[in-house]
């Protein structure tokens, strides 16, 4: 039985994973973080919930409608509204986690062979089979594997290991770029501060997003909102601290924001969302074992690009091996 060591478990390497397991394949995930679900985040702080990182789901493709019809028939994933706000009455539905958007990639790691807080140092080929060092002095060898980080990352790690297509593998994945995010939460001492939904879609800088979790039906207990800046805000002021970053961004969402601050606290999402993305849903170098990139950079970022990445690269590998 083929092994394959899958490193991330965002939401694409949760979906490959899955995907493998279904088809008889046996998979570990390793992640760097503490918890599963990278981008899709959600944060206890000062009596608030926040989803901090992705915000919904959007649905386009038949493949990804039938995986949110299970997680809505599993209680996991709940409709949010239908449109884009303030317009609500046409367009796409929004889907959210039913307990924040952590709550769905908790759901799709169960039951999976999954190494929390343990990052991937060093590969190696030995024998067309995989060989991975973790920070942790751990090793695995599996015979595929899938990367899901952002693609700087990967191309980090793959140099570790001496590839003689190291140098075709950068050119051909070199221009796939991410936009930054500061993403601030923020406790309010008031309730329903924006219009229903309670999400408020902004031209882009130097804000692009508000949000309140409270209205979003995450926060029950006291409002908490969340609020993205702007790609180009978020470059220009990245090594801000955090309190010139704070008093800057609420400076700016003051006109959108009633009533009185509680606490706040700043995050960073360095590889936020890709602006240039690769044209297919993942890229494979089949040989001597199995190498594949996967994740939102690949044709087209949001959850379900990056869902559908991860799918068709566990595909890719169900083909192979057949």
């Not at 899955?18 to 981008?39: A, C, D, H, M, P």
């Not at 995989?130 to 793959?158: F, G, M, R």
């Not at 400076?251 to 993305?277: E, N």
């Amino acid at each position: 039985m083929k092994h394959c060591l899958i490193i991330g478990a965002g939401i694409s390497g949760l979906m490959a994973a899955r995907t493998l397991s279904e088809t008889g394949i046996n998979v570990t995930v390793l992640e760097k973080s503490r918890g599963v679900g990278g981008r899709m985040a959600t944060r206890r702080f000062k009596g608030g919930i926040f989803d901090h990182g992705a915000q919904y789901i959007t649905v386009r493709s038949d493949i990804f409608r039938a995986q949110i019809d299970i997680l809505q028939k599993a209680g996991v994933v709940r409709e949010w509204f239908t449109g884009a706000p303030p317009e609500k009455s046409e367009g796409f539905t929004h889907y959210i986690g039913s307990s924040g958007m952590a709550g769905i990639a908790k759901y799709l790691s169960r039951d999976l062979d999954l190494r929390l807080g343990e990052r991937a140092l060093f590969l190696s080929l030995k024998h067309h089979k995989w060989q991975i060092l973790t920070d942790k002095e751990n090793s695995y060898e599996t015979d595929a594997i899938i990367l899901t980080p952002p693609v700087p990352q990967s191309l980090a790690l793959i140099r570790t290991a001496g590839l003689e297509r190291q140098e075709i593998i950068e050119h051909e994945l070199h221009s796939i770029q991410y936009d930054r995010c500061l993403a601030m939460l923020v406790t309010m001492n008031s309730e329903n501060i924006l219009e229903s939904p309670g999400g408020l879609r902004l031209s882009g800088e130097p804000l692009i997003w508000i949000a309140d979790n409270r209205m979003k039906g995450i926060s029950p207990r006291r409002t908490a909102v969340t609020i993205h800046a702007g790609p180009e805000f978020s470059r220009k002021y990245w090594e801000m601290d955090d309190k010139w970053i704070a008093q800057n961004i609420l400076y700016t969402a003051a006109g959108w924001l009633a009533g009185k601050y509680g606490d706040s606290q700043v995050k960073r999402w360095l590889y936020s969302q890709p602006r240039i993305v690769y044209d297919d849903r993942f890229y494979a170098v089949p040989e001597p074992a199995p190498l594949v990139f996967a994740g939102d950079a690949f044709a087209g970022p949001q959850i379900e690009g990056a869902a559908l990445s991860g799918i068709s690269a566990a595909r890719f590998l169900n083909q192979y091996y057949r």
